[in-house]
Every structure is written in structure tokens, then in C-alpha cells.
T-cell receptor, first 113, second 119 residues
């Protein structure tokens, strides 16, 4: 069974632009979560989607948003990019909500210049 | 507040040495899950183990073993006879109880321990 896939793997943007990252969960998994990883803050939870609904949200500004489609694929969007948004963005999927293990994708490395 | 502390920032060992990675957690919940993930240079977080708060039995998987002690809020990870391929960043994580349901996908991660295994 294929793992979690994320596209693109690398992205370079400039300040003020917006970006959309994509995540395809493991087949059959209905929950998708997003995390931001930076050297300074470590791994931080952004949000989780299940059945096209946002279930949980981390402590990030409104510039960070996401959505989930009926096939469980998810996208996250960051508007008005700032230098501090440079990070590895990791997506994770799990089967359901009930305490299932999350499996992570390879991440998208975003660099904001 | 929920928190995970991995006090060891970097560990360097020579191949075949045993190494233990420490993890201490804080949580207000009585039902929670603890995890270990491995992050090789490629960046992907690889799931290693999940343990729930009611199961204090130690676990062994090949060269890997885990020691969960609720009394000290610790969930330590030991690699026996380390190999160069074990070089990676290792993260301990705690499920956020979030309203006590345990259903949240939010994991609280420690800062990670970078393990370097030299040949």
C-alpha cells in the first residue's frame, strides 16, 4: 500500500506570495493532519481534517488554512508569506479519529525569500 | 499543560554500542498515547511505536526496546548494538487529550534527539 504523498517536495517563494501544498493520504485513511517543522520551534500542529471538516486547529495565524476533499486528499494554503514561514511542512494520515496512529509523508520544504 | 522533554539534544556513539534516548512527558489526562518516530535525513517521520497509558509492559522489537514508566512519566527508547543506519533524529510524542476524548490528531512532540552512529 502506498504511503502518504506530498507535492511538491520543494518550493521557493518570495515574501507576500501565497502557496498551496498538497497531501494524499494512505488509501482508506480519512483523517489528515498538517505539521510545521522549523529548527527553532520544532514540530508544531497546524490542523486536522476528517470527512472534509476541520476537527482541530493549532495556534497559527489565519494566513494558514486548509481543506479536505471528498477523496480525503488535503491541501493547505499559506497566504501573504513571511520569511518565518520557511519550514518543512509535514502531512500525516490516519484511518479514523479514534486514537489511530498517524503516518507521515516526506514533507514539502518551503523556502521564503 | 502537555509537554514532552527530550533532554538529550545530540548523542554520538560508535557502531555496536547500546544507546538509550530519554523522553519525559507531562499530561493532565489519564488516557493518552505515547509515540516514537524516527526522522532520517530524507525528512519523513517514520513511525516506530505507540503505547497507551494503560499498558506499561515493555516492548522489544529486534534491536529496539522501549521502557514505559508512568511513575516517572518516562518513555525511554533503547537501541541495542547500534548501526550506522540508525543515525537520525528521534522524536518522542504525546497525544493531546483535547477535551478528554483522545480523538484529536494533535501530537505534541519533543525537540528531538539527533543520534549519530559512527562506523
Amino acid at each position: 500500500k502506498a504511503g502518504v504523498t506530498q507535492t511538491p517536495r520543494y518550493l521557493i517563494k518570495t515574501r507576500g506570495q501565497q502557496v498551496t501544498l498538497s497531501c494524499s493520504p494512505i488509501s482508506g485513511h480519512r483523517s489528515v493532519s498538517w505539521y510545521q517543522q522549523t529548527p527553532g520551534q520544532g514540530l508544531q500542529f497546524l490542523f486536522e481534517y476528517f470527512s472534509e471538516t476541520q476537527r482541530n486547529k493549532g495556534n497559527f495565524p489565519g494566513r494558514f488554512s486548509g481543506r479536505q476533499f471528498s477523496n480525503s486528499r488535503s491541501e493547505m494554503n499559506v497566504s501573504t508569506l513571511e520569511l518565518g514561514d520557511s519550514a518543512l511542512y509535514l502531512c500525516a494520515s490516519r484511518l479514523r479519529l479514534a486514537r489511530d496512529t498517524q503516518y507521515f509523508g516526506p514533507g514539502t520544504r518551503l523556502t521564503v525569500l | 499543560a502537555q509537554k514532552v522533554t527530550q533532554a538529550q539534544t545530540e548523542i554520538s556513539v560508535v557502531e555496536k554500542e547500546d544507546v538509550t534516548l530519554d523522553c519525559v512527558y507531562e499530561t493532565r489526562d489519564t488516557t493518552y498515547y505515547l509515540f516514537w518516530y524516527k526522522q532520517p535525513p530524507s525528512g519523513e517521520l517514520v513511525f516506530l511505536i505507540r503505547r497507551n497509558s494503560f499498558d506499561e509492559q515493555n516492548e522489544i522489537s529486534g534491536r529496539y526496546s522501549w521502557n514505559f514508566q508512568k511513575s516517572t512519566s518516562s518513555f525511554n527508547f533503547t537501541i541495542t548494538a547500534s548501526q550506522v543506519v540508525d543515525s537520525a533524529v528521534y522524536f518522542c510524542a504525546l497525544s493531546d487529550p483535547s477535551v478528554g476524548s483522545g480523538n484529536t490528531g494533535k501530537l505534541i512532540f519533543g525537540q528531538g534527539t539527533t543520534l549519530q552512529v559512527k562506523p
